[in-house]
T-cell receptor, first 113, second 115 residues
Framework: GESVGLHLPTLSVQEGDNSIINCAYS??????FIWYKQESGKGPQFIID?????DKRQGQRVTVLLNKTVKHLSLQIAATQPGDSAVYFC????????????FGTGTRLTIIP | NAGVMQNPRHLVRRRGQEARLRCSPM?????VYWYRQLPEEGLKFMVY????????ESGMPKERFSAEFPKEGPSILRIQQVVRGDSAAYFC?????????????FGNGTRLTVT
């Protein structure tokens, strides 16, 4: 039979526009956060990370914002390209002493040419 | 510089058979994590291993599932007497050290289908 799972939140963005993907994390004690990109048939690919002593970090075309007060994380992708189409997951590290990660639900981003 | 290598990429098993999933971490990495992903869902932690030691198996089902990371060779996730609910993508990740807040590097997974 067909398996039934949660449908991922989706976001469609015109190519060239900026996109913002949001994530609420669960544990106020988390001290390290990562955004991953997952393309169909592949494993999660690291995009950018941020530690809890920061509220913003920038990479190439990507920016991560952390709001610890409301336990919210966002990923901004500038000047989106077709290759940005994927599912994006935020992950938090809530165990000091190892890299065990707790993943969010994920958001499917579709770039419209 | 090879990344995390998982094999097989696809595995089909009939109900009641055994499934063995292999993971070779990145060179120089001695910590391995296994995650399971159901369709349209996020990854769920299963087990964390160092060489010859299971550090955290809080996400492993109590029965039928086991994992090892021997001194030599890849890490193995073993599922005995598979059932249809075991059908999922299983991902392995590795890191060089514990607790240094370095991002996990994932392999491309093994997609297990139980018929």
């Amino acid at each position: 039979g067909e398996s039934v799972g949660l449908h991922l939140p989706t976001l469609s963005v015109q190519e060239g526009d900026n996109s913002i993907i949001n994530c609420a994390y669960s544990n106020s004690a988390s001290d390290y956060f990562i955004w991953y990109k997952q393309e169909s048939g592949k494993g999660p690919q690291f995009i950018i990370d941020i530690r809890s002593n920061m509220d913003k970090r920038q990479g190439q075309r990507v920016t991560v914002l952390l709001n610890k007060t409301v336990k919210h994380l966002s990923l901004q992708i500038a000047a989106t390209q077709p290759g940005d189409s994927a599912v994006y997951f935020c992950a938090e590290n809530i165990n000091f002493g190892n890299e065990k990660l707790t993943f969010g639900t994920g958001t499917r981003l579709t770039i419209i040419p | 510089n090879a990344g995390v290598m998982q094999n097989p990429r696809h595995l089909v098993r009939r109900r009641g058979q055994e499934a063995r999933l292999r993971c070779s971490p990145m060179k120089g990495h001695s910590h391995v994590y296994w995650y399971r992903q159901l369709p349209e869902e996020g990854l769920k932690f299963m087990v964390y291993l160092q060489k010859e030691n299971i550090i955290d198996e809080s996400g492993m089902p109590k029965e039928r599932f086991s994992a090892e990371f021997p001194k030599e060779g890849p890490s193995i996730l073993r599922i005995q007497q598979v059932v249809r609910g075991d059908s999922a993508a299983y991902f392995c990740a590795s890191s060089p050290l514990a607790g240094d807040n370095s991002p996990l590097h994932f392999g491309n997974g093994t997609r297990l289908t139980v018929t």
